[in-house]
């Protein structure tokens, strides 16, 4: 979050500034720094914050099903795997899932589906109670649970790398359009006096900086898959959110 609001802040910084480098107008310059820094902390920073909660919960999630398994196939004890697993998590669902210790082996688990986003915890569920029923080996009865929560947990990964680079680009895109108007503003300075102070030069300036906010707006949102707004409380430990 910390690390969002910087980032938020000295995008308003460059944008706020080429503004005001071709423009020569300060006002300008403020304006466009206020609005890309208002957007940035009000829209995309929560944008962002949502979806990297929801990738944390699905790192978190594919690591409580591997520890469990695991732990309850080399200990056959439930207790042993809940107290293994439970050490990967963080956030609200690790203290509201330690206020569950005096409810059974089921109800924790269940308890614990209320933070997990995709189907594949409540699949890891339904294994756990089907192993309880019949027994047997809980690696052959998991095997392929654990195959496929491997292969989610993969191209998560793959699609976090696909973000770092599609971010590389887009900044680097950004900042070389910026200092290209730069550049030309004082390579011909002499052509910037005579459009200094004129009403169309100043709205093709102030639109630079609009375009530069909604162009953030749409990459975010591409990469994130998040909405701009969420309308939501917090029920029994589950966000339940409407999307606007």
């Keep these: 979050m910390a ?5 938020s802040i000295i995008v308003a910084i460059f944008f706020g500034g080429v503004c005001y480098a071709v423009s020569g107008q300060w006002i300008l310059g403020t304006t466009i720094f206020l609005c890309q820094l208002l957007f940035g902390i009000f829209v995309l920073v929560p944008m962002v914050r949502r979806a ?8 978190e999630a594919h690591g409580f099903i591997r520890s469990f398994i695991i732990t309850l196939s080399a200990s056959h004890s439930f207790d042993d795997a809940i107290e293994h697993a439970t050490d990967l998590l963080s956030g609200e669902e690790r203290q509201m899932f330690a206020e569950t210790s005096s409810y059974s082996v089921d109800e924790r688990l269940d308890y614990l589906g ?52 599609a971010i590389l680009e887009f ?9 290209v108007m730069i550049i030309l503003r004082f390579g011909m300075s002499s052509f910037f006096d005579l459009l200094q102070g004129n009403l169309a030069y100043l709205t093709m300036c102030a639109t630079y900086g609009l375009l530069a906010m909604a162009s953030l707006f749409l990459f975010v949102r591409g990469i994130t898959g998040e909405k701009a707004f969420v309308k939501g409380e917090k029920a029994h430990g589950k966000m339940q959110k409407e999307e606007a």
């Excluded at 690390?3 to 980032?7: G, L």
């Excluded at 990297?52 to 790192?59: D, F, M, P, S």
């Design 171 to 179: 900044t680097t895109l950004w900042m070389m359009s910026g200092l």
């Design 52 to 59: 990297e909660n929801k990738n944390r919960l699905a790192q």
């Design 3 to 7: 690390n969002s609001i910087v980032i």
């Design 114 to 165: 209320r933070f997990f986003p995709g189907d594949i915890y409540h699949v890891f569920s339904s294994v756990v109670h089907l192993y309880e029923e019949q027994g047997g080996e809980i690696l052959d009865v998991a095997g392929p649970l654990l195959r496929e929560s491997t292969r989610q947990e993969e191209e998560r990964m793959q699609h976090r790398r696909n973000q770092k680079r």
